[in-house]
């Protein structure tokens, strides 16, 4: 059964974010959250994009497998998010693979009777295009940050955004294996590594999956001052 915590969550997602109590009730009158465990694949590439999923805690990676094996992850998901919804509205195969990275309670939607409401409801469309319309500024986020910002700085980035604080010290625990931040990242894991020791300097420290960061506010200047010196010598 939906608790009252996961409709909370639920109305986080631009998608049912305008949506009234009664509508949402009834899009949602059907679905029932589930546990799934680490490692379980939810859908592969090329499968038809029947069903799409909100994240009420835990990790989702969504990827594709490269030609040489490897993984390209186009994100990560977690408390809050939704993921393939795009592909279940226009009725096509999923465009990539779905995977639990962390054990995550999910909210499975099916996908023709969630769309067959659409013609009746007219919040739906408009939670469409609001939630495809923040997928795509995502998209280009993402971009921008490959295309503009240092390994270095992708991984400053990474971590100031699970900050419990904004200054003074922090623990962090990471949400996912070091890995999977990698290529989240766009780098080799061996990458990652590197700049987690170069990164002493500035008063970050690993332990496990621990990171410990002696000063968030210097981070945060570190990696603004980094990010214009970046951008000055690029111009």
């Not at 609001?130 to 971590?159: C, G, P």
Request: net charge neutral; with cysteine; glycine share 8%.
């Amino acid at each position: 059964m939906l608790q009252d915590e996961d409709l909370s969550i639920i109305r986080r997602i631009p998608l049912f974010g305008s949506m009234s109590d009664e509508v949402l009730a009834t899009l949602l009158g059907n679905a029932f959250p589930k546990e799934y465990p680490k490692g379980k694949v939810l859908f592969i590439r090329g499968e038809p994009a029947d069903c799409f999923y909100i994240v009420l805690g835990g990790w989702v990676k969504v990827y594709r497998e490269t030609p040489d094996g490897d993984e390209a992850v186009f994100g990560v998901f977690t408390q809050g998010e939704s993921l393939a919804e795009a592909a279940a509205f226009l009725g096509k195969d999923y465009p990539a693979s779905a995977q639990v990275v962390e054990q995550a309670r999910l909210l499975p939607i099916l996908s023709k009777p969630f769309c067959s409401h659409v013609t009746e409801i007219p919040e739906i469309a408009m939670g469409m295009l609001a939630s495809m319309s923040k997928r795509a500024h995502q998209h280009v986020a993402d971009i921008e940050q490959l295309k503009t910002r240092s390994a270095t700085l992708r991984v400053v980035d990474f971590l100031l955004k699970l900050c419990p604080v904004k200054e003074g010290s922090a623990v962090i625990s990471l949400p996912y294996d070091k890995s999977l931040i990698s290529r989240r990242l766009g780098m080799q894991p061996e990458s990652l590594s590197r700049i987690l020791g170069k990164l002493r300097k500035q008063g970050v420290k690993t332990e496990m999956n621990r990171v410990m960061i002696s000063d968030v506010a210097d981070l945060v200047d570190f990696a603004n001052g980094a990010g214009s010196k970046n951008q000055a010598a690029a111009s």
